[in-house]
C-alpha cells in the first residue's frame, strides 16, 4: 500500500480564518513533506519532517505552522492567510529522510482558495 | 543553474505510439537519484520510475521506461503504447545524497497530449 491520504480534497477560506490540512500515511515513513503547487508550475518544498521533527522550513511565512503529532500524521494549520496562499498543497512521504533513494510517494492534495 | 531542465514545450502523440519526453540534470555529486512524476488534471503526483546513478541497467516499470545517459547527465521518460489516459503534466526530479536531508529537486514540467 503506497497511500497518503490528505483532507479535506477543497478548502475556501477567508483571510482572518483559522483552519488545518491533514495527512497521514501509514506506509512506516519516518519522513513527510509539505508542498504547495501553482498551477502548471512544479511543486515547492515548503517544509520537511524527520523522525517527526522540523528538519527543513524553506522560509515559509508564519502564517503556515506545520506540526508532526506522531510518524503517521502531518498537519498544516493555516491562519490570516493571503489571496496568494491560494494553491494545490501537496503531502509526500518517502522512507528516510536522507539519501538519494527511495521515492517519494504523494497524497492527492487540497486545493486552497483564500477569499 | 537549473538542477533539472525540461524543456519541451507541449508534447503530442497518437494513441498507441511511443513518445519520449527529455530531462536534463545537473550535479556533482556522485551518487544521486532521478524520478519521474505524472500529474493528471485532478491534481495527484504518482510516481512512475526511479533510476539510481550507479544502476547498471535502464530503469522499466511496464510500459514506461527510463533512458539514463549518465556522461550526458540525461534521464530521458519513454512511455510505448500511449493511452488516453497517460495525457498529464510530467515532471522529472532529482534527488542528491548532500546533506541530512537531500530535496527532491523537480523541473517545469512538460504536458503531455494523447490523441486519440
Avoid at chain 1, 501553482?38 to 519532517?49: D, G, H, R, S, W
Avoid at chain 2, 498507441?16 to 536534463?24: F, P, R
Wanted: proline share 6%; charged share 20%.
Amino acid at each position: 500500500d503506497t497511500e497518503v491520504t490528505q483532507t479535506p480534497k477543497h478548502l475556501v477560506m477567508g483571510m482572518t480564518n483559522k483552519k488545518s490540512l491533514k495527512c497521514e500515511q501509514h506506509m512506516g515513513h519516518r519522513a513527510m513533506y509539505w508542498y504547495k503547487q501553482k498551477a502548471k508550475k512544479p511543486p515547492e518544498l515548503m517544509f520537511v519532517y524527520s523522525y517527526e521533527k522540523l528538519s527543513i522550513n524553506e522560509s515559509v511565512p508564519s502564517r503556515f505552522s506545520p506540526e508532526c503529532p506522531n510518524s503517521s500524521l502531518l498537519n498544516l494549520h493555516l491562519h490570516a492567510l493571503q489571496p496568494e496562499d491560494s494553491a494545490l498543497y501537496l503531502c509526500a512521504s518517502s522512507q528516510t529522510p536522507t539519501g538519494p533513494l527511495g521515492e517519494q510517494y504523494f497524497g492527492p492534495g487540497t486545493r486552497l482558495t483564500v477569499t | 543553474a537549473q538542477k533539472i531542465t525540461q524543456t519541451q514545450p507541449g508534447m503530442f502523440v497518437q494513441e498507441k505510439e511511443a513518445v519520449t519526453l527529455d530531462c536534463t540534470y545537473d550535479t556533482s555529486d556522485p551518487s544521486y537519484g532521478l524520478f519521474w512524476y505524472k500529474q493528471p488534471s485532478s491534481g495527484e503526483m504518482i510516481f512512475l520510475i526511479y533510476q539510481g546513478s550507479y544502476d547498471q541497467q535502464n530503469a522499466t516499470e511496464g510500459r514506461y521506461s527510463l533512458n539514463f545517459q549518465k556522461a550526458r547527465k540525461s534521464a530521458n521518460l519513454v512511455i510505448s503504447a500511449s493511452q488516453l489516459g497517460d495525457s498529464a503534466m510530467y515532471f522529472c526530479a532529482m534527488r542528491e545524497k548532500t546533506g541530512a536531508n537531500s530535496k527532491l529537486t523537480f523541473g517545469k514540467g512538460i504536458t503531455l497530449s494523447v490523441r486519440p
